[in-house]
């Protein structure tokens, strides 16, 4: 197994474009989430998934941010119409549902908005 | 709603030194997980350890070892021997058993520096 992958790993865009991330969980994980890090800060909760349902949604997810699991493997994040305060590293993380929970975390897709 | 604190920004300490982080966290939950996550510069981030709050004894890795004081909600980090890969950012975070919301809540996060 190779890990939690992220792709791209960098992104710059200008405000009001879409963009979308998308992250391959190891593959006996049965959930997957998503965190927001800016510079300096610890890793925000965006939204989990067990298998392809959507559990939970933070807050910070606007209406402008949309995520899928659609076979409960993969996973794309969406953002649309970009803002710079968008800019920031998303991370995802994969788990068993079973246990601690331990997260086994990607290498992020950092956005810059221009 | 759960929170997790730590109040060193930064800390430093001499190779082959021991330093320890700090976290305090509150949560009303009477079971739940506690973890600290290393986050090397331009790296992912990776368990060092956990500890679950109904074990009385503490948790070792090595020469990664915490102090948890359920009462006062205090899970503290300690690295003996710091080695120079210790470099790196140290996250607290906090998970409930079961039941309602099962995300990760994190710390801000303690920049450690290890001089040679």
């Known amino acids: 197994d190779t890990g939690v992958s992220q792709d791209p790993r960098h992104k710059i865009t200008k405000r009001g474009q879409n963009v979308t991330f998308r992250c391959d969980p190891i593959s006996e994980h049965n959930r997957l989430y998503w965190y927001r890090q800016t510079l300096g800060q610890g890793p925000e909760f965006l939204t989990y998934?067990?298998?392809?349902?959507?559990?939970?949604k933070s807050r910070l997810l606007s209406d402008r941010f949309s995520a899928e699991r659609p076979k409960g493997s993969f996973s794309t994040l969406e953002i649309q119409r970009t803002e710079q305060g968008d800019s920031a590293m998303y991370l995802c993380a994969s788990s068993f549902s079973q246990g601690s929970g331990e997260l086994f975390f990607g290498e992020g897709s950092r956005l810059t908005v221009l | 709603a759960q929170t997790v604190t730590q109040s060193q920004p930064e800390m430093s300490v001499q190779e082959a030194e021991t330093v320890t982080l700090s976290c305090t966290y509150d949560t009303s939950e009477s079971d739940y997980y506690l973890f600290w996550y290393k986050q090397p510069p331009s790296r992912q981030m990776i368990l060092v350890i956990r500890?679950?709050?109904?074990?009385?004894q503490n948790a070792t890795e090595n020469r990664f070892s915490v102090n948890f004081q359920k009462a006062a909600k205090s899970f503290s980090l300690k690295i003996s021997d710091s080695q120079l890969g210790d470099a790196a950012m140290y996250f607290c975070?906090?998970?409930?058993?079961?039941?309602?919301?099962?995300?990760?809540?994190f710390g801000k996060g303690t920049k450690l520096t290890v001089n040679p």
């Open positions: 975070a906090y998970r409930r058993t079961q039941g309602g919301s099962e995300k990760l809540v």
């Open positions: 500890q679950e709050a109904y074990k009385q």
């Open positions: 998934f067990q298998n392809e349902a959507q559990l939970e």
